[in-house]
């Protein structure tokens, strides 16, 4: 059984595509596509069928992801069941989450930086109002807190 991830953040066009990206290149470069699923959504609806925002591919393909998904939003009760790790970028997505999500999936919501060493805690900061060094942190705190996530997946797989 593959172990399944889904990363979620507001809009599911910056943070959680990118961290799908980044994921998804980790578990490739570690041989493991075919033990770990990953896929991204939004907890609102207001850019479905919309492409990874312009600014946020640009920052993310100049470190070697390209961000491919489409923005969907999270259905609550199927991605309740069929996820493993449902990853939230912030705290309010994560209340977000508890309040869309049955009671018996809450037990399978994270924060993105539950697996960080150095920002525990913390979110993962909303870039869209901002400049492009808040593209870049989303970036540099997605790929350190992805290779704790992989630590932890991996741990099950064993
Ligand atoms: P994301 O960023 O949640 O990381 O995809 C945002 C995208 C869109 C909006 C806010 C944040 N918005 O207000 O439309």
Same mark, same amino acid.
């Given at each position: 059984m593959k172990i399944k991830v889904l990363f979620v953040c507001?809009?599911? /066009?910056?943070?959680?595509?990118?961290?799908?990206?980044?994921?998804?290149?980790?578990?490739?470069?570690?041989?493991?596509?075919?033990? /770990?699923?990953?896929?991204?959504a939004g907890t609102i609806d207001?850019?479905?069928?919309?492409p990874a925002d312009a600014r946020?591919?640009?920052?993310?393909?100049?470190?070697?992801?390209?961000?491919?998904? /489409?923005?969907?939003?999270v259905k609550p009760k199927r991605d309740g069941e069929y996820f493993d790790y449902i990853i939230a970028m912030d705290k309010?997505?994560?209340?977000?989450?508890?309040?869309?999500?049955?009671? *018996?999936?809450?037990?399978? /919501?994270?924060?993105?930086?539950?697996?960080?060493?150095?920002?525990?805690? *913390?979110s993962v900061p909303d870039p869209y109002y901002g400049g492009s060094e808040g593209f870049e942190l989303v970036l540099d705190m997605l790929e350190e807190s992805c290779r704790g996530l992989l630590d932890a997946v991996r741990k099950q797989l064993s």
């Open positions: 507001l809009g599911n /066009i910056c943070r959680s595509p990118s961290g799908e990206a980044v994921f998804r290149k980790l578990v490739s470069d570690h041989g493991l596509d075919h033990e /770990i699923e990953v896929d991204s207001y850019h479905e069928g919309n946020m591919q640009e920052h993310a393909v100049l470190r070697g992801y390209n961000l491919t998904s /489409i923005s969907r939003p309010q997505n994560k209340k977000d989450l508890l309040r869309l999500l049955p009671k *018996e999936h809450h037990q399978k /919501i994270f924060m993105m930086n539950d697996f960080s060493r150095t920002n525990k805690g *913390e």
